[in-house]
């Protein structure tokens, strides 16, 4: 089993970065691969970003591609969500997940470990 702890969220205008970052501590985090989702408040929760176990591979979702970039440190156990020209339609509780196979999966039950989530705010 995998904890996984989201932090870097807050209150940023359209147009600004920000990077959340996710720590996993328990099993060997280079043995999941990794993705972040989003939920905002009335919708369901909605694929962002993954990535392979090593990083070699990434996938993004339409809406966020071109302005996210997702990255993983292995000997930090922690995944990275770079934000880039932040709009806001991309408010929303940002939470990372893990899955236990190196496959880059974009379904919500592609993932059985979750973190808490950290709210982003972009608004004037």
């Known amino acids: 089993q995998v904890q996984l702890v989201e932090s870097g969220g807050g209150l940023v205008q359209p147009g600004g970065s920000l990077r959340l970052s996710c720590a996993a501590s328990?099993?060997?985090?280079?043995?999941?691969?990794m993705g972040w989702f989003r939920q905002a408040p009335g919708k369901e929760r909605e694929f962002v970003a993954a990535?392979?176990?090593?990083?070699?591979?990434?996938d993004y979702a339409d809406s966020v591609k071109g302005r996210f970039t997702i990255s993983r440190d292995n000997a930090k156990n922690t995944v990275y969500l770079q934000m880039n020209s932040l709009k806001p339609e991309d408010t929303a509780v940002y939470y990372c997940a893990a899955r236990w196979d190196d496959g880059l999966g974009i379904r919500r039950d592609d993932y059985a470990y979750w973190g808490q989530g950290t709210q982003v705010t972009v608004s004037s």
């Open positions: 990535i392979s176990r090593r990083g070699g591979t990434t």
């Open positions: 328990g099993r060997t985090f280079s043995n999941y691969a």
